[in-house]
C-alpha cells in the first residue's frame, strides 16, 4: 500500500480545509461514512469518473501515516481504495496543486498552491 493518496477537492472544500485546519468530508463522504481517497495509481481514473469537465478542482496529496483511521477497501473493480474514517488535518497535506480535469477526463495541474506545515 502507498505511504500516500489523493484527495480531489473543490476550490471551497481546499479553502475550507485551509481555514478550518480540519475536513469533514464532501456531501459523497459524508453519506458513505468516510472520506474517499484515490492511491496514485487511481487518481486519474476517479478524476475521469467523477470529476470531467471541472476547472475549480484542488488535488491534495496526503500522507497516509500522519493519519489515524485509514483502511485499505475494496471499491471500484475490486479495487483497494484508501477511506479515511473520521476527519482530514491540514497537516496531513504534504502537496496540493489547482487541477482541471479535460471533459474527456484527462487531467491537466494549473500550478502548485502553498502547504503551510
Given at each position: 500500500?502507498?505511504?500516500?493518496?489523493?484527495?480531489?477537492?473543490?476550490?471551497?472544500?481546499?479553502?475550507?480545509?485551509?481555514?478550518?485546519?480540519?475536513?469533514?468530508?464532501a456531501p459523497v463522504d459524508l453519506a458513505d461514512?468516510?472520506?474517499?481517497?484515490?492511491?496514485?495509481?487511481?487518481?486519474?481514473?476517479?478524476?475521469?469518473?467523477?470529476?470531467?469537465?471541472?476547472?475549480?478542482?484542488v488535488l491534495a496529496e496526503v500522507d497516509l501515516?500522519?493519519?489515524?483511521?485509514?483502511?485499505?477497501?475494496?471499491?471500484?473493480?475490486?479495487?483497494?481504495?484508501?477511506?479515511?474514517?473520521?476527519?482530514?488535518?491540514?497537516?496531513?497535506?504534504?502537496?496540493?496543486?489547482?487541477?482541471?480535469?479535460?471533459?474527456?477526463?484527462?487531467?491537466?495541474?494549473?500550478?502548485?498552491?502553498?502547504?503551510?506545515?
Open positions: 500500500m502507498s505511504p500516500t493518496a489523493y484527495k480531489i477537492l473543490t476550490r471551497g472544500e481546499w479553502q475550507s480545509l485551509n481555514a478550518e485546519g480540519t475536513f469533514a468530508g461514512g468516510y472520506i474517499h481517497l484515490s492511491a496514485p495509481d487511481q487518481v486519474a481514473e476517479t478524476a475521469a469518473k467523477h470529476f470531467a469537465g471541472r476547472d475549480d478542482l501515516t500522519k493519519l489515524e483511521g485509514v483502511k485499505w477497501e475494496p471499491s471500484r473493480g475490486g479495487q483497494l481504495f484508501p477511506h479515511v474514517y473520521g476527519a482530514l488535518p491540514f497537516s496531513a497535506v504534504i502537496r496540493a496543486q489547482a487541477l482541471w480535469v479535460t471533459g474527456d477526463g484527462g487531467m491537466e495541474i494549473v500550478s502548485s498552491l502553498e502547504v503551510k506545515s
